[in-house]
């Protein structure tokens, strides 16, 4: 994890910013930063912590695992909601001693869902801001909505091997050439990694994307990746599907995986969804699914903002995201 926070930090309300699916905590700091959330959050006094998915730049290390290994990467966002939300919710509460304001975006919203819908850390948590939220993915039609609808994840982790997803490693980067989801082969697809992943966006610049090439795409498991699919093949939040129902059995106790029900999600705890009309991954269809399963929340705790021409990666690195979006998520964040 990282920290920024100005002077009298200690005194400060603490907030932990989750990133999304291929990004890590540098993500939220490639615009500048009068755009860049952290930056916004610590000017308003608050104090700013970081996560960092496993298998991720800045969090490769393991007890007894080498990030080499095949066991090293044997984990679906399923264990992000048993293990990590809790042990960065608990670690940054444990050092603050204050509850916080929890700020995920994409894959950092789901497994906060997730996770509150099995009752994990609400009673450290302040509120839960949930940008370009994804629970629900029967309409996503990015790169992982495709694969799922096709059932192609099976074929490439068959031929890829249930290890790393880094769209730099050259076996992967060979693959995605011979989709059609790369359509700038002269470049290694990595200036199209963006919209392959998440869609179109309308307000990343030129030098946004210089530093994202520089700093992302950041590896994440194969099976995440499959998992993801499952969700948007399957059209129900459930938990990883191993393809046999002995070994779903002997992992659940059932032939089929469990549901994450987010109807159970407490309806005293504050949340705010902020999605945008252009994004594959976070479909409108697919958040107005999601916002029916809260319709019995408390309707003073749920806030939510649209915002009509943003994409996925614009709610992180968009030019007119603190116009569009921060501001009205710092004014929620001074309610709580």
């Not at 940008?131 to 982790?157: C, D, K, Q, R, W």
């Not at 990595?190 to 307000?203: F, V």
């Not at 958040?287 to 319709?295: D, G, I, M, S």
């Amino acid at each position: 994890m990282q920290r920024i926070s100005a002077s009298g930090g200690a005194h400060r309300a603490p907030v932990l910013v989750q990133h999304g699916i291929t990004m890590d905590g540098m993500s939220w700091m490639l615009n500048s930063p009068e755009e860049s959330l952290p930056f916004i959050l610590v000017g308003k006094g608050f104090d700013v912590w970081f996560g960092n998915t496993r298998g991720t730049k800045w969090s490769r290390r393991h007890a007894t695992l080498n990030s080499s290994s095949k066991e090293y990467w044997n984990w679906s966002w399923d264990e992000l909601v048993e293990y990590d939300f809790s042990a960065t919710v608990g670690f940054v509460y444990g050092k603050t001693g204050q509850k916080l304001h929890y700020i995920g975006h994409s894959l950092g919203t789901l497994v906060a869902l997730a996770s509150l819908s099995e009752g994990k850390m609400v009673e450290k948590l302040r509120c839960a801001a949930l940008l370009s939220p994804i629970a629900y993915l029967n309409h996503m039609t990015g790169l992982i909505g495709v694969l799922g609808a096709f059932s192609f994840m099976g074929e490439a982790i068959a031929l890829l091997g249930p290890e790393e997803f880094n769209v730099k490693l050259p076996k992967i980067m060979k693959w995605l050439t011979m989709t059609p989801f790369c359509h700038n082969r002269n470049t290694n697809c990595l200036e199209d990694l963006i919209n392959i992943i998440t869609g179109e966006n309308c307000c990343l610049d030129g030098m946004t994307m210089e530093h994202f090439l520089r700093y992302e795409p950041q590896p994440t498991s194969m099976r995440n990746m499959e998992h993801l699919a499952q969700i948007s093949r399957n059209g129900v939040l459930a938990k990883y599907n191993y393809g046999n129902p002995m070994q779903n059995m002997q992992q659940y106790g059932m032939v089929t995986p469990p549901l994450y029900n987010l109807e159970n999600i407490s309806r005293n705890i504050s949340l705010f969804f902020s999605y945008g009309g252009k994004d594959c991954l976070s479909d409108t269809i697919d958040v107005t699914h999601l916002l029916e399963k809260l319709k019995n929340h408390d309707s003073d705790k749920l806030t939510v903002h649209f915002v009509k021409e943003f994409g996925h990666a614009d709610f992180v690195m968009g030019t007119s995201v603190k116009e569009n979006v921060y501001n009205a998520l710092v004014t929620f964040l001074n309610h709580q």
